[in-house]
């Protein structure tokens, strides 16, 4: 059972694990929605979909996974998660997150941000708060903001992450460019891999069309692999 339990948990940090950036924007976000195949052991066992819309003046960044084979898609395993952000300083910043997971049971977490960054994590049983800083964001922005930091042309990348009982400044560089072939085309991409760590990780990302990436691959936790399968702007 827990050779199944570990690609879903990677399944609903979806493209966010160890993910992090500085993320100063150029411009403003746009709207968007990503779709991915995800693989492991080169079998697709998933579809995710990443969502970026903007509300109220600020911004909802969603995503959402769907298991389409093995044990997981038998029992209907899901998750989404989003994050409610606002551009501060020219960058991302988490105003509020929050992840469902079916899967054997369900399982949820509500984290909150107040203007003085602190910040609250709520998984059901009673709420718990530490310090956070300014700038920060959860683990699910990390990805949008790599890709961000990438097309204003950053090749070190750091940024605080709102973790479950801390802030974790994690560390990112781009390690070199790479010829990727996904169904979305073959793309020339910039290779992103995390320095703070020895989790292996690699992100492929193509920051002057794209804001996330073409393909990430993990092998930490069940060797699994997602690639882009469309992209589609809009307002």
């Known amino acids: 059972m827990a050779t199944h339990k570990t690609p879903l948990r990677v399944l609903a940090a979806g493209l966010v694990l160890a993910l992090s950036s500085t993320a100063a924007l150029a411009a403003s976000p746009s709207a968007f929605t990503a779709k991915y ?10 579809q995710a979909t990443l969502t970026l819309k903007p509300e109220g003046g600020n911004w909802v960044y969603t ?3 769907q298991s389409t084979g093995g044990l997981a898609a038998a029992l209907g395993a899901s998750s989404t998660e989003t994050s409610k952000f ?3 300083n020219g960058a991302p910043e ?19 941000v107040d203007a003085n ?12 708060t530490y310090a956070g800083v300014a700038g920060m964001v959860d683990r699910n922005l990390t ?26 400044n994690q560390q990112f560089k781009v ?61």
């Open 37 to 46: 195949q995800v693989l492991q052991g080169g079998q697709a066992i998933g």
């Open 63 to 65: 995503n959402d996974v």
């Open 86 to 88: 606002r551009i501060a």
């Open 94 to 112: 988490t105003q509020a997150y929050d992840s469902r997971v079916n899967a054997f049971k369900t399982k949820t977490r509500h984290v909150t």
């Open 117 to 128: 960054h602190q910040v609250t994590v709520d998984e059901g049983k009673g709420p718990s």
């Open 143 to 168: 990805p949008l903001a790599i890709g961000w930091a990438l097309r204003d042309g950053k090749q070190s990348i750091s940024l605080p992450v709102a973790v479950k009982r801390n802030v974790e």
């Open 175 to 235: 390690a070199g460019k790479d010829n990727v072939q996904v169904p979305a085309g073959s793309f020339q991409a910039e290779r992103v891999e995390r320095t703070d760590n020895n989790k292996a990780f690699s992100a492929w990302y193509v920051p002057q069309k794209y804001p996330v990436p073409v393909k990430l691959a993990q092998s930490d936790g069940g060797d699994l692999t997602l690639q882009l399968i469309s992209f589609q702007g809009g307002k």
